[in-house]
């Protein structure tokens, strides 16, 4: 497998918008093929994408349950249903892990799916996870290798503190993260600096900033997706700029 880039952050920052941006990024600059894996129950990163989603894989966990075909084995069944849940885009592959947990033992599920998905994701240059707004997949360790984390935020306090507290987090966990960044979105006017726990924690270098954007709202609200934006808006210009600067380092030091 290639370069893990993770992203998470508080809910309504732009982080699914931001992880369209980055495959968009990825695909344009001939870093692909690509799998963009929509961690987030409330899966939305097709949108930003512009593709069809039908299935995810929590369709399929809770399919294995009742509905495995006789004859078949389980571990066959859910390669078969991961296969129909992979949406194909032009330099990507999609993949959506669907709504939390109901009801029962899903141990054996998790399991099969993690090990399927594993196998999967060695077939890509590049793997692109939108996480789920808050801590939880990274303190269930969904992620064990990242090359390459953004933590995404809006200019408001409660925004940055819990991106400090999701890197708190990851530090305190098992896991490998080359290279660890803070993209401050949706703003106006930058600071003059940063409260100082953010830049303890983040460092001098490594936060970045991406301007407020009026036709980023407008393709919001007319439902266009997202990752299509003009490549002169100021946006995706400025995220680009970022892109340019991170994903070098990152793969230096893969």
């Known amino acids: 497998m290639g370069l893990t880039i993770a992203l998470g952050g508080k809910g309504g920052t732009g982080k699914t918008t931001l992880a369209g941006l980055v495959i968009r990024y990825l695909i344009e600059t001939g870093r692909k093929p690509v799998l963009a894996v929509d961690a987030d129950s409330n899966s939305n ?27 078949m084995t389980k571990d066959i069944f859910m390669e078969m249903k991961m296969e129909q849940s ?24 998790n399991n099969l799916l993690s090990s399927l998905l594993d196998r999967l994701m060695k077939n890509y240059d590049y793997l692109v996870i939108d996480n789920e707004a808050g801590m939880e997949h990274f303190s269930r360790l969904t992620q064990k290798d990242v090359d390459l ?21 990851v530090d305190s966990l098992p896991m490998r993260v080359g290279h660890r960044i803070l993209v401050v979105n949706q703003v106006q006017e930058p600071p003059a600096r940063w409260p100082e726990d953010v830049e303890k924690m983040f460092g001098d270098g490594n936060i970045y900033v991406l301007p407020a954007d009026p036709l980023l709202a407008q393709f919001d609200m007319e439902g266009k997706p997202t990752s299509r934006l003009p490549a002169d808006a100021p946006v995706v210009q400025e995220a680009y700029a970022i892109f340019d600067k991170v994903l070098p380092r990152a793969e230096k030091a893969a």
Request: hydrophobic share 45%; charged share 25%.
């Open 149 to 169: 984390l953004l933590l995404v935020s809006d200019s408001s306090r409660r925004g940055l503190m819990a991106a400090c507290r999701i890197a708190e987090l």
């Open 45 to 71: 990163l097709n949108e930003v994408l512009g593709v069809p989603l039908e299935e995810t894989l929590s369709d399929a966990r809770e399919m294995m349950k009742k509905d495995v075909p006789v004859g």
């Open 86 to 109: 992979l949406v194909e885009g032009e330099g990507f592959d999609l993949i959506a892990m669907g709504r939390p947990e109901g009801p029962g033992c899903y141990c054996a599920a």
